[in-house]
């Protein structure tokens, strides 16, 4: 069982920054693409940034220049730095990690419980 456990949410004005974290951990035998999505009230969830295994970054065009992802191989964490923040960034913010259990199990998806990102003055 793979376990995800994000934490950094919270309140901030428009203009600041958040840094959210996302931990993997429980029986993992390796860890591929780790990833961030969000989803705001009425709708639906949408990637905001992925970092591939060889640490390849991609992101949504409209958090292109304000967020940067990275990841910690070796802690099986992965990061969202938040800047410039806007109030269309309010939602809630879920970690995604792609692993294998075992050497054979193939590779599923494992989501974090969210955490909430607002964005109001």
């Known amino acids: 069982q793979v376990q995800v456990v994000e934490s950094g949410g919270g309140l901030v004005q428009p203009g600041g920054s958040l840094r959210l974290s996302c931990a993997a951990s429980g029986s993992i035998f390796s860890i591929y693409d780790m990833g961030w999505y969000r989803q705001a009230p009425g709708k639906q969830r949408e990637l905001v940034a992925l970092i591939t295994t060889g640490g390849t970054p991609h992101y949504a065009d409209s958090v292109k220049g304000r967020f940067t992802i990275s990841r910690d191989t070796a802690k099986k964490t992965v990061y969202l730095q938040m800047n410039s923040l806007k109030p269309e960034d309010t939602a809630v913010y879920y970690c995604?990690?792609?692993?294998?259990?075992?050497?054979?199990?193939?590779?599923?998806?494992?989501w974090g419980q969210g955490t909430q990102v607002t964005v109001s003055s």
């Open positions: 995604n990690v792609e692993a294998s259990s075992t050497w054979n199990s193939g590779q599923h998806d494992y």
